[in-house]
Every structure is written in C-alpha cells, then in structure tokens.
C-alpha cells in the first residue's frame, strides 16, 4: 500500500498588512468572517497581477548559466530583490510564494529519508493562484510528488469530524 502524507497548507497566526489592510490567517481556526475579509479584498486578484520578478531574488538574476536541474525561476532569496516600483499585488504574490514554498520545502525535506513520496496537500490556501505551481516547482527539485484533491478547501473540516467520530466510539452511551 501506497503511503501519503496529508499536509494542511495553513500559516499559524501570520499577519500581512500592506497601505491600511491587514489580512490574518490562523490555523487554530476555521474562521468564515477571515475567509469573507479575504474574498472582499479580492486577494485571488491581487495575486494574479503580482510579480514575483519585483520582489523574489531568482537565479537568473545572479546568472545566466543553467545550473544542474534548477529553473532559472528558481527562488534564491524571498524577497531578495524588492525593486522600488513594486506595488501590494507583488508584495502579497511574494508572501504567498514564501509561504508556500517554505512548507513545500520543509515538507520535502521532512520525507527525505522516508519511503513516503506523495503529499496531498488540503486547505483554503490551495483555492489560492499560483499555489499549482509553487508546489510543482517545488516537486521538480526534490523527490516528492504534490497532489491538491477535489474541494481541497472543506477536507479539514472533513479530517476534525471523522476525529471526534472516531474519538467517540471509544465511549459508550
């Protein structure tokens, strides 16, 4: 049988305030008014006119030269090169690039030594753009495949019933 990490793509208690908006996110909580005061600010808008190139320090930046498997989009140093003209859609594509990229990393790193080589990852977060492709560009430099299931967004709430389910059948009534 095959084994699967499930990792919930979620930042705990980070806070993001960019020209008087401040958008929190904690993983202790499943919080509608968070998700309805990040619709609001239209983030998954922001996000697409973002440019990691304004804020991400990449490898094509320090060389022309292709180096082993690495992108030449491969990110050097998180916001590594904020050039002055970056504006908040570049700065929120850079702090969900960083995020994203850290747990993809950190989670590739933590198998290194497994037999474990998928991650379903599950989360509001994986609704978000750019996220498809953070975790394949984090699955083509280490050995480990990123796998985002169907209504991705509504499987921690599904993954907190089947505990207290199953936590309940160990008492009887």
Do not use: W
């Not at 090169?81 to 850290?102: F, Q, R, T, V, W």
């Not at 990123?146 to 907190?160: C, D, H, K, R, Y």
């Amino acid at each position: 049988m095959k084994r699967k990490l499930i990792l919930m793509a979620v930042t705990v208690a980070s806070t993001v305030a960019f020209s008087g908006f401040s958008v929190e996110a904690n993983a202790a909580v499943n919080d509608d008014a968070l998700v309805n005061k990040i619709l609001t600010l239209n983030i998954k808008e922001l996000i697409l006119k973002g440019n990691l190139n304004s804020v991400d320090l990449r490898l094509k930046d320090i060389t022309q030269e292709k180096l082993s498997n690495l992108s030449m989009d491969t990110t050097v140093s998180n916001f590594g090169k904020i050039e002055p003209n970056a504006n908040e859609s570049d700065m929120i594509k850079g702090i969900l690039n960083m995020i994203m990229e850290s747990i993809a990393v950190m989670c590739a790193m933590a198998l290194k030594n497994t037999k474990i080589k998928e991650v379903v990852v599950i989360g509001t977060i994986t609704t978000l753009p750019l996220i498809k492709d953070i975790l394949k560009r984090v699955s083509a430099l280490h050995d480990v495949s990123f796998e985002i299931p169907e209504n991705s967004q509504f499987l921690t709430a599904v993954g907190a019933v089947r505990k207290e389910f199953i936590s309940l059948e160990n008492y009887q009534i």
